[in-house]
């Protein structure tokens, strides 16, 4: 196989089609292994920044970004037609799910189509975007092949799930673990060979991209259940006057049959309020309906209701009224320490309280601005004078940097706290700081 050639040698031009979280941390480490990446984006501001070396992604560090695109291994183009150009593409695009979280293949197709239009001899092709076992054998062959090529034969096929989770200082694109299933044996070695010439960590072939597609949507069905179950403890337990974060502590002293999950006001990010219906999506075909996954979504949706109804339950104790009143949101990103709001669920509890006629002001250290449904809000800086005109304060994002927390205890009048992130200070302020 010629492609393992130029693999080894690294003369292979690679591509890299959606310039976002994924694909971008993933051409910055194909160029750093020494590969000249052309990195593809239909948004003209990505592609102007990364062509200034300009980083918009958390996870990729400036100055390495700033080398590559110096030493021309990495600049990025919005013409589609320069694929020709390319020996191995990645496609790493949004795959959203539509008001009736029903799946949106839209950009997977769309690019797998101009990929076809180019496609030539001796060309790997990657899906890394997740979504519903089948997709790449089902949706993207059909397509590919129409070009006269067939896979495993003229081109190579895989699919090799995205793993990235934001903000972790730890694992990063270049050290997780990656999983690839091709659609012949061929297919497979190819993508092996591509991806263990970049990562410094194991990669784990399976038998077909199916799957490998299944593995990312276990990985995160995994999550949303184990939230679900102890968002629902968490509701329990108040019910019953416990501690859920005190009692989560106490059975992770526990080594073995145990893994603590925390409660929280909803599920965010990209994956894991996402990824699982696209299984729930795909069973349906076979007759079958996820019972346990659907009950988790809808638990998790929930949680924002309840974040509301805690804090109404707060303020009518202290014969306060949450219509008219002004509520602080601190943190709307969707995970601490990131400026990611994707799925937040603060945006929802702002929703909620804004039905309730609630003031809503926001503050994050992280995010100057947002919307919702076409509403711009922006956010403030955290000042004593907005923490005492405040007539509650809802903690929706545990930043565990860059905000003065004893000030905010010492100034607030009653806080809310979701993510425990005051929990040091929460014995001793009990009148004052309350826990989902």
Not at 115 to 123: D, G, I
Not at 219 to 227: D, P, Y
Not at 335 to 353: F, Y
Request: glycine fraction near 6%; proline fraction near 5%.
């Amino acid at each position: 196989m010629k492609l393992i050639n130029k693999i080894k040698d690294k003369s292979a031009k690679i591509g890299v089609i959606g310039l976002g979280y994924v694909g971008l941390p993933l051409a910055v480490e194909k160029a750093k292994a020494g590969y000249e990446v052309l990195g593809f984006d239909v948004q003209e501001d990505k592609v102007e920044k990364v062509n200034k070396g300009i980083n918009y992604i958390g996870d990729v560090v400036n100055e390495e970004l700033e080398d590559i695109v110096k030493n021309k291994r990495l600049s990025a183009t919005a013409d589609y037609d320069r694929i020709k150009e390319c020996d191995a593409v990645m496609i790493c695009v949004p795959t959203p799910l539509d008001k009736f979280k029903q799946p949106d293949l839209t950009y997977v197709e769309a690019s797998t189509k101009e990929v076809a239009k180019r496609v030539h001899s001796e060309t790997l092709v990657v899906l890394e975007s997740t979504t519903y076992p089948g997709t790449t054998e089902e949706i993207m062959l059909p397509i590919l092949e129409e070009s006269g090529l067939k896979a495993g034969v003229d081109f190579y096929l895989a699919y090799s799930p995205e793993r990235v989770d934001p903000g972790n200082i730890t694992y990063k694109t270049k050290n997780t673990p990656k999983v690839v299933g091709g659609v012949t044996e061929e297919c497979t070695k190819v993508a092996q060979a591509l991806y263990e010439s970049v990562l410094d960590a194991k990669v784990f072939t399976v038998s077909s991209p199916k799957e490998a597609e299944m593995s990312k949507i276990l990985e995160n069905s995994f999550r949303i259940v184990n939230i679900a179950f102890i968002n629902e403890m968490a509701i329990v337990a108040k019910k019953m006057g416990i501690n859920i974060w005190e009692v989560v502590d106490a059975a992770s002293t526990k080594p073995f049959g145990f893994m603590p999950f925390y409660p929280g006001p909803g599920v965010g990010g990209h994956c894991i309020p996402i990824d699982p219906f696209y299984l729930t999506y795909k069973a349906r075909a076979y007759d079958y309906h996820t019972r346990l996954i659907e009950m988790a979504g809808e638990i998790n949706d929930s949680m924002p209701d309840y974040v509301v109804e805690q804090l109404m339950n707060i303020m009518n104790d202290n014969k306060k009224c949450l219509n008219g009143a002004k509520i602080l949101l601190m943190g709307v990103a969707y995970k601490n320490d990131i400026e990611d709001m994707r799925e937040s669920p603060a945006l929802k509890v702002i929703e909620r309280l804004e039905s309730k006629k609630a003031n809503v002001v926001c503050s994050d250290p992280y995010v100057e601005t947002f919307k919702i449904n076409g509403k711009e809000y922006k956010t403030e800086k955290l000042t004593p004078e907005l923490v005492e005109s405040a007539d509650a304060v809802i903690i929706t994002t545990g930043h565990k940097n860059n905000v003065d927390y004893d000030m905010l205890v010492e100034k607030a009048k009653v806080i809310l706290d979701t993510k425990n992130i005051l929990k040091d200070k929460h014995r001793e302020n009990k009148d004052k700081i309350f826990l989902i």
